[in-house]
């Protein structure tokens, strides 16, 4: 069966979303404050999660494309390993030079 590069893009939308949101679960459920699936839920974990979420979909939906575009061939798993590190680091390196 033949996906259309299309299929392929949809496909990886909706992969990466999951995945990504869970990333940035785990980070934050890192976090000293975090004692349950509840406090991520708090307004300033959702307005945080936007800040790190937003950023790596961007910069993993990028590479995916270009890596697609380049035909490598597990396009899907280097997307979202490098765009999740990459912006997470990119966004801590920007928060704590607002610092």
């Not at 459920?29 to 300033?44: A, C, E, R």
Request: hydrophobic share 60%; net charge positive; glycine share 2%.
């Amino acid at each position: 069966m033949i996906i259309s590069a299309q299929n392929k893009t949809l496909h990886y939308i909706i992969i990466s979303s999951i995945v990504i949101l869970a990333s940035c679960w785990l980070l934050f459920s890192i976090d000293k404050d975090t004692h349950g699936f509840f406090d991520l839920l708090k307004p300033q974990n959702l307005a945080a999660l936007s800040v790190y979420y937003f950023p790596s979909w961007v910069i993993s939906l990028s590479l995916f494309l270009i890596l697609q575009k380049l035909q490598v061939r597990p396009a899907i798993t280097i997307a979202l390993f490098l765009g999740i590190i990459l912006s997470f680091t990119l966004v801590i390196i920007c928060l704590i030079n607002l610092r």
